[in-house]
């Protein structure tokens, strides 16, 4: 579980909360169709810009990475990918079979090393699967980010149907204010779904593929390495560029072969 983004996104939303509690109460601030106009009018807006099979992915992918941190340790790879360059060492390729490893992407390139297939297809393979990948992340980035601008665009054009309201019934005092709250508070859902929701989680999920693609790119270029037969004490100097602080950090162990 991501912490920091689980205490972002309370706190903003309990400052918001604790703000609008100091000087008056929280149903001062519910509005049914306000909320109808920017949660059902985003929605709308977005299923017309995006399919909606990419929308659930997106939302899937931005919970499962956001929220609950599915990202890999990258010092995890490499202490995997580490533990299995050994292995090879020792027993060769067939040693593979026996190694538990939990990172899917790393066992993928495992299981492609162990059925022998050559370094060139295991490495076209690998990398159409990271395209693919990253492009899955550039979709929930842009469903985001639509999000984000559309929630505060349908809060201006709510925030317009109020005013349209209100003048027309000015004739009646009673009718002002909620035309008045219509106005003002669907202004205010849409600043709330972007600034506090959408927009905060594009930018995570930006840097949770940049996370995910350098673990794969760890995992590429450490396979290839293994394949070709090097000696796994050159990893730390083919992995610098990815793991720049790794001579001052502590490793965790890689995968353990099961004991017979």
């Known amino acids: 579980m991501d912490k920091l983004t689980w205490i972002g996104l309370l706190a903003a939303f309990f400052i918001v909360g604790a703000a609008i509690l100091s000087e008056s109460q929280i ?17 709308a807006v ?5 399919r909606w099979q990419g929308m659930v992915r997106s939302f899937r992918l ?40 939990e990172y899917p992407f790393l066992l993928k390139a495992v299981n492609l ?20 990948s990253m492009e899955r992340y550039q979709i929930a980035e842009r469903v985001f980010k639509g999000i984000g601008d559309a929630a505060p665009a349908l809060g201006m054009l709510g925030t317009l149907v109020g005013l349209v309201q209100m003048l027309n019934n000015m004739g009646e005092p009673s009718s002002i204010g909620p035309a008045m709250a219509v106005a003002l508070l ?30 794969r790119l760890i995992v590429i270029q ?39």
Not at 230 to 243: A, F, K, V
């Open 27 to 43: 149903w001062d601030f519910v509005n049914i169709p306000s909320i109808l106009i920017v949660v059902c009018g985003t929605l």
């Open 46 to 50: 977005t299923l017309m810009k995006y």
């Open 62 to 101: 931005a919970f499962g990475t956001v929220f609950f941190d599915r990202i890999e340790n990258p010092l995890s790879v490499y202490g995997e990918v580490r533990s299995l360059a050994e292995v090879v060492r020792k027993e060769g390729l067939l040693g593979l079979e026996r190694v538990t490893i």
């Open 113 to 132: 090393g162990a059925d022998g297939h050559s370094p060139d297809f295991i490495q076209d393979v690998l990398l159409e699967d990271t395209q693919q």
């Open 186 to 215: 669907t202004t205010f859902y849409g600043a709330v779904i972007a600034q506090l929701f959408a927009l905060p989680l594009a930018e995570k999920i930006q840097l949770n593929a940049l996370d995910d693609q350098r673990n």
């Open 222 to 260: 450490s396979i290839l390495s293994i394949l070709k037969g090097q000696n796994p004490r050159i990893l730390p100097e083919i992995l610098s560029g990815y793991l720049p602080d790794l001579a001052a950090a502590t490793v965790p162990e890689g995968p353990k072969e099961p004991t017979l």
